[in-house]
């Protein structure tokens, strides 16, 4: 089984989401143990039109939302959510909104080192646990390493225009399935899941699919 997650790194909810899926996938692993599942990050920038070295994150938020109490509400309930699942959202530690594209560049490179997921959660960690800036090519480096990639290269790529035009095209490629927000979970091109769901919805379409592949398989094997 492959599932493809469509997300941004400064997305809260695609943050709360992963650590759903990552409930709704141990519960699947563990009643189906025989089942290798596959899982492959894709890059969806909620603001691309941000400048390289990003903005400032207060400034931005009041020229994107003004004064609204309600933007505060909902922090404070990601806030709850996210304790109930064991992070610790600081909104108020972050001090860039960076433009994300050169964190989904070092996403997909972590792909071909076998470490994408722990850098998925490296980047989610650092920039709303930690605050640090993850449109900043030292704090994505040193992440690259501590995560099993090599650093120095990835500070090459960096400063190149590697994958750019790549990253780009898988963003744009989301848009034209539909996605405007992010998470989506695919589950083996069968079955979107829209946002941050509770595990045991996510569980409850991870056994549809292999429900419907199996009933496939049979279907072809008596034929």
């Not at 759903?20 to 890059?43: G, I, M, N, S």
């Not at 722990?118 to 989610?124: G, I, M, N, R």
Request: aromatic share 8%; net charge negative.
């Amino acid at each position: 089984m492959h599932i493809n997650i469509i997300s941004d790194t400064v997305c809260p909810w695609c943050y709360l989401g992963k650590a759903k899926f990552e409930r709704a996938l141990e519960a699947f692993r563990a009643e189906h143990p025989e089942e290798d599942v596959t899982v492959t990050w894709r890059p969806f920038q909620l603001d691309p039109s941000l400048p390289k070295q990003g903005v400032d994150r207060k400034a931005y938020y009041r020229a994107k939302f003004g004064d609204n109490p309600q933007v505060r509400a909902t922090g404070e309930r990601i806030r709850d959510m996210g304790s109930a699942l064991g992070i610790t959202f600081n909104f108020d530690d972050i001090k860039i909104s960076p433009n994300t594209l050169d964190s989904h560049r070092l996403i997909r490179w972590a792909q071909s080192a076998d470490c994408q997921d722990a850098v998925v959660t490296a980047l989610f960690k650092a920039y709303f646990e930690e605050g640090r800036n993850i449109g900043d090519p030292e704090v994505l480096a040193e992440i690259a390493q501590a995560n099993g990639m090599d650093g120095d290269l990835v500070t090459e790529l960096l400063s190149q225009n590697a994958d750019e035009d790549l990253v780009r095209k898988d963003d744009m490629l989301a848009r034209e399935m539909g996605v405007s927000g992010v998470p989506v979970f695919i589950i083996d091109q069968r079955f979107p899941i829209q946002g941050a769901q509770e595990p045991d919805t996510i569980l409850h379409f991870l056994n549809r699919a292999l429900d419907v592949r199996k009933k496939e398989e049979l279907a072809q094997s008596s034929t």
